[in-house]
């Protein structure tokens, strides 16, 4: 049990679907972060997010769009995605946004895209 | 801008065997530096990090790594590998004045028995 719990563990949409992945963190953490992880590539950073304010938006597509509605959940909205989205969604937490503190991982959600 | 290169895709080893698995580093700062493990269908789990201070870092499940400023290496080592080390290893770097954890394209260790 790593503290943070992502659902679904898995996803099968279709191009023209809408679905979200939901992130929440029992650890009492105040940042938090969405990566892609693609197979044999390092993983992506997606967005950071630090009590509830964007901190980093990484030059992704609009198809993909956060939320932090409080610092212990986050939400990752999906519409109209193409089939090189499937991949490993991976939330994680930190203590902060800066500094030494390690991340913590959920166990992310395999998205497959028809 | 920082950068995190894992030479080896794979790493084989028989078990009772030493594990060493290497990893190479660029920064432009005081670097921060971070071991991860991904077992199959699972999320990384934090191993162990640098910091500053002694360059010989131990962590979780009788892993430790070495720093070594000079060759901007941070290596993952354990003594005696077990058939349950078999996993996706991910080396990552911060620089620190930077908040992004930039990662490797991770290294494939299997233990035999």
């Known amino acids: 049990e790593t503290g943070v719990t992502q659902t679904p563990r898995h996803l099968v949409m279709g191009m023209t679907n809408k679905k979200s992945l939901k992130c929440e963190q029992h650890?009492?953490?105040?940042?938090m972060y969405w990566y892609k992880q693609s197979a044999k590539k390092p993983l992506e950073l997606m967005f950071v997010?630090?009590?509830?304010?964007?901190?980093e938006n990484n030059s992704v597509p609009s198809r993909f769009s956060p939320e932090c509605p409080n610092s212990s959940h986050l939400f990752l909205h999906l519409h109209t995605l193409q089939p090189e989205d499937s991949a490993l969604y991976l939330c994680?937490?930190?203590?902060?946004?800066?500094?030494?503190?390690?991340?913590?991982f959920g166990d992310g959600t395999r998205l497959s895209i028809l | 801008a920082q950068s995190v290169a894992q030479p080896e895709d794979q790493v084989n080893v028989a078990e009772g065997n030493p594990l060493t698995v290497k990893c190479t580093y660029s920064?432009?700062?005081?670097?921060?530096l971070f071991w991860y493990v991904q077992y199959p269908n699972r999320g990384l789990q934090f191993l162990l990090k640098?910091?500053?201070?002694?360059?010989l870092v131990k962590g979780s499940y009788g892993f430790e790594a070495e720093f070594n400023k000079s060759q901007t290496s941070f290596h993952l080592k354990k003594p005696s590998a077990l058939v349950s080390d078999s996993a996706l290893y991910f080396c990552?770097?911060?620089?620190?004045?930077?908040?992004?954890?930039?990662f490797g394209a991770g290294t494939t260790v299997t233990v035999r028995a």
């Open positions: 994680a937490s930190s203590q902060s946004w800066q500094g030494a503190q390690p991340q913590h």
């Open positions: 650890l009492g953490h105040n940042a």
């Open positions: 997010y630090s009590l509830e304010e964007r901190v």
């Open positions: 920064v432009s700062g005081n670097p921060y």
């Open positions: 640098y910091i500053t201070g002694d360059n």
């Open positions: 990552a770097v911060r620089d620190g004045d930077d908040y992004k954890l930039s």
